[in-house]
Every structure is written in structure tokens, then in C-alpha cells.
């Protein structure tokens, strides 16, 4: 899965980084709390120590990611269809990119990228969660983004008082 992963994939994933680079920086700046780029996260969490590497790389190479399958089930002798019911779909878009979503929203930062993925997996869920680009969909409330649970500022999110917007 991971391994095989084509150009548009790649791209996908190292914009997806870069808005998630930005909302951390945000947060960073605003909040002073250590968000670290994935790659760093992933060289200290796992048996991976290439920090050097980029997103795409990462997942390609580390030995966490190998041997994962795309999600696909068996409708009929022979014929495969994709699984939106795996884990792929119902836990990492609520608890992993809806999360991002909802932090950009509150740091400010657009978020195009995953506007598109979320826009896209939301379709095949039978899910709402991006509503004309805004994170207002019925669905919210079944994810982890703060919004989940009435935070609209980063103030609410962390009780403190946040220094100057960018």
C-alpha cells in the first residue's frame, strides 16, 4: 500500500505535512507548546531513525508502514471493492485529518488539502464533516477536533490566554 504509492499520493501527503506544518507552528508560536514535524515524531516513537527523510519517504521505507494493504472486500467470486467501513476511514479521518481540520480552523490556517481528502473521504463515508470549505458539518460532533467539543478559539482549548495572531 504504502510502498507502491504513486506521484498524486506523494503530493497529497507532503501538502497535507506542510498545512499540518503551519497549524503546528501556530500553536507553536501562540501556545508554546512542542509540536513536532512527523518525521522527527516518528524517528524518536518507532524502531525508524531517519529523521532526514520526507513524508512520502518515511512511509515508503520505515518498517512500521510495510506490508500494509489497501482496504478492499469481497463483494462477489472475483470482484473487490474498496472498504470504506476499515480503519483507514472510520478511525484516521475522525481522529487523525478531521483533528488537523479543526486545529487549522482555530489557528487560522487554511487548510486546502485536507479540505479536499475530508471533502472526498465524506462522500464515501456518508459522512458531513467540511461544509463549503468550513468545518460545520452534521458530523463534527463524532470526531476528535475540539470543535467536537464546543472549542471554537485556542483559548477554550487550552484555558490559557494566547499571544498575538500572526
Known amino acids: ?8 499520493t506523494n503530493q497529497l501527503m507532503m501538502d497535507t505535512s506542510a498545512e499540518v506544518q503551519k497549524i503546528a507552528e501556530v500553536i507553536r508560536q501562540r501556545l508554546g507548546l512542542d509540536v513536532k514535524p ?6 524518536e516513537c518507532t524502531e525508524f531513525n531517519n529523521p532526514n527523510l520526507t513524508v512520502d519517504e518515511v512511509f515508503r521505507t520505515a518498517p512500521a508502514y510495510r506490508g500494509f494493504r489497501a482496504p478492499f472486500k469481497k463483494v462477489k467470486e472475483g470482484v ?5 467501513q476499515n480503519r483507514y476511514f472510520t478511525e484516521d479521518i475522525p481522529y487523525g485529518l478531521a483533528v488537523w481540520k479543526g486545529l487549522g480552523e482555530l489557528t487560522g490556517v487554511s487548510t486546502p488539502t485536507i479540505d479536499k481528502i475530508l471533502t472526498w473521504c465524506q462522500k464515501v463515508m456518508e459522512k458531513e464533516y467540511v461544509v463549503n470549505g468550513k468545518f460545520v458539518g452534521k458530523h463534527v460532533k463524532e470526531t476528535s477536533a475540539p470543535q467536537a467539543y464546543g472549542i471554537y478559539d485556542l483559548k477554550q482549548l487550552t484555558g490559557k490566554r494566547t499571544t498575538a495572531s500572526l
Open 38 to 43: 512527523f518525521t522527527i515524531w516518528e524517528s
Open 1 to 8: 500500500f504504502y510502498e507502491t504509492m504513486g506521484p498524486e
Open 80 to 84: 473487490y471493492v474498496p472498504d470504506f
